[in-house]
């Protein structure tokens, strides 16, 4: 089952965050029947997630301030405590992944499969490449102070951020392997 993206209106507030269903259209009992059938409600902390939050990396013109991300990164890590252990958990873990930008050293937001967590021994092995980005942990410190570093990181790395640079496989041939191949690619060009 999906979100809607249209809301029943708050009883005691009516956010501008959320698109609701006119309160004009309420009042017509045919109206207001069918918009029930459509099983609408009013959105909660996982909508709010959704349409709010992960809604400002959707833009091509993102201006968020650190301590706006400080407090949604708060908001969601918050209600993953509270979902973890269900599939929303991870269903959650999966919209945050594809959708959150995060903080490097440099100020710069990055998706967080982009990111690694800093190391002096991290950094030299990257010393010679370009266009490394840290995660700058500073900016969800309020983060570190309510759930503790190890609950912070644990979140980013099921983010997507990395605490190592990922090595590619690679298959070391024998000479007769490739002698192998290299016959067979011949045969192959001589019988074309």
């Known amino acids: ?19 609701f269903v006119a309160n004009e259209y309420l ?4 109206a207001k029947k069918f918009f029930m059938e459509l099983d609408l409600k009013e959105p909660d902390e996982y909508d709010y997630i959704r349409q709010v939050i992960l809604g400002k990396f959707e833009s091509d013109e993102i201006d968020i301030e650190n301590d706006e991300l400080s407090s949604d990164f708060m908001v969601i890590l918050r209600y993953y405590q509270k979902v973890k252990e269900k599939y929303q958990g991870q269903k959650l873990i999966q919209e945050v992944k594809e959708k ?28 010679g490449v370009n266009d490394i980005h840290y995660i700058d942990l500073d900016i969800y410190k309020d ?23 990922k090595i590619e496989s690679f298959m070391r041939w024998d000479k007769s392997y490739l002698s192998e191949r290299l016959k067979k690619s011949n045969f192959n060009n001589k019988h074309i």
């Open 1 to 19: 089952m999906t979100s809607p993206n249209i809301y029943l209106p708050l009883k005691d507030d009516n956010k501008s965050d959320y698109n």
């Open 27 to 30: 009042q017509n009992e045919m």
């Open 100 to 127: 959150i930008l995060l903080v490097d050293k440099d100020g710069i937001l990055c998706r967080s499969h982009e990111l690694y967590f800093h190391s002096h021994n991290l950094e030299l092995y990257l010393s």
């Open 143 to 165: 983060a570190t102070k309510e759930f503790g570093i190890e609950t912070v990181r644990m979140f980013l790395l099921m983010l997507g951020v990395k605490l190592y640079p």
